[in-house]
């Protein structure tokens, strides 16, 4: 009987296999490689290689700054925990956890999502409280579950008894009196995020190079578009550009409020920020909350609650074959750990309290 049941599972993968293969090669026959390109091409558009912001204009200055202040752990209570911490930019801007461990240990009730690409959205945290990264890089430093820091003037404080970052501001912020501030803070730490793109294989064949991506992937993206997934999902980004509804067309099961946590607002109640699928092959777990384990629950899921659609294996194992695509590295030198510059003799010391 084990070995029957064996041989079911084996000949139900192989047939998947072979209808994913069958599949693939309808859609190629049916819609060469140019036409799907063209189409998203319209859609989506490549990656620029950063995210602009005439309030705050990357400087070398700034994003020197700006690195350092974002792997430095001094910046929590406890001097343990970095912006690095919950967003690893050597693991695709994310620490895949379904809610990341911040001061003693404790959790919020919401995935930390990936940092990469980040900048580009419409607003950020999943519920759009912050306007842009220079905002939302001064949010988990206060936050007391997060980074746990009391105010800003303790934030500051801690910079200015390192001896070696008064400079470094001064330099990245020289019109200014006071060029140690918490706003600046934000700017320096956003500046730096603002260069945290990563341009993958679908940028490539977005830009003309048809081989860019496999037969597999092309197919993945013509399904993508069939089922609608762009409606959400748009832009260069792959998404991050709207809030939606989650359950927009079949409810979905959730205690979070979603951006009326920010609005109060009723109509906003389940809306989230529509997350950005570039790099989402590697950064789960899923969902506002990380409760989804597989990518392809995750697609299962968004089809027939955003799109009221019932994927079968084939089609859902031929998208994710697309996001695969949307797979990027960022240049290694730009998201290198600096050194740490020394503490000074009145640094504060770790308060785990």
């Given amino acids: 009987m084990t070995k029957l049941v064996g041989d079911r599972i084996g000949w139900t993968r192989i047939g998947a296999v072979v209808l994913v293969l069958v599949s693939t090669a309808i859609v190629a026959r049916a819609e060469p490689r140019e036409a799907v390109q063209r189409r998203a091409k319209a859609l989506f558009g490549v990656l620029p290689a950063e995210a602009p912001n005439a309030a705050n204009p990357i400087t070398d200055a700034k994003v020197e700054l700006g690195r350092l202040l974002y792997f430095d752990p ?3 209570k406890s001097q343990q925990i970095s912006c690095n911490s919950c967003h690893k930019l050597d693991t695709f801007g994310v620490d895949n956890e379904a809610t990341s461990p911040g001061h003693k240990g404790q959790r919020g009730g919401r995935n930390s999502p990936s940092v990469y690409n980040a900048a580009f959205h419409i607003a950020q945290f ?3 409280r912050a306007a842009d990264v220079e905002a939302q890089a001064k949010g988990p430093v206060l936050n007391p579950i997060e980074m746990a820091m009391p105010d800003p003037d303790h934030v500051l404080t801690v910079l ?3 001896p070696g970052y008064a400079p470094l501001f001064a330099k990245a ?4 009196k ?3 501030t918490y706003d600046d803070f934000g700017n320096a730490v956003g500046a730096f995020e603002r260069k945290l793109t990563t341009p993958a294989p679908f940028d490539a064949f977005l830009g003309g190079n048809l081989d860019a991506l496999t037969d597999a992937q092309v197919a993945g993206l013509a399904k993508f578009i069939e089922v609608g997934c762009p409606t959400c999902h748009m832009g ?3 998404g991050g550009l709207l809030f939606q509804k ?3 067309v079949n409810a979905y099961e959730t205690k979070d409020l979603g951006r009326y946590e920010a609005t109060k607002q009723d109509a906003d109640k389940h809306f989230f920020k529509v997350p950005s699928l570039r790099n989402s092959a590697e950064t789960g777990p899923w969902f506002h909350d990380g409760s989804i384990q597989s990518l392809d629950e995750a697609i299962r899921l968004m089809a027939w609650h955003q799109l009221g659609k019932k994927l079968d294996a084939a089609d859902i194992t031929s998208i994710a074959a697309f996001l695969n695509s949307l797979t990027g590295k960022p240049d290694a030198t730009y998201v290198a750990q600096p050194k740490p510059l020394p503490s000074g003799p009145n640094t504060p010391k770790p308060d785990p309290r």
């Avoid at 912020?173 to 200014?176: E, G, H, L, R, T």
């Fill in 173 to 176: 912020f020289p019109d200014a």
């Fill in 74 to 76: 001094r910046i929590s």
């Fill in 246 to 248: 989650l359950g927009l």
């Fill in 236 to 238: 260069a980004t792959v």
């Fill in 178 to 180: 006071d060029p140690v």
């Fill in 160 to 162: 200015r008894s390192i």
């Fill in 126 to 128: 999943w519920d759009g």
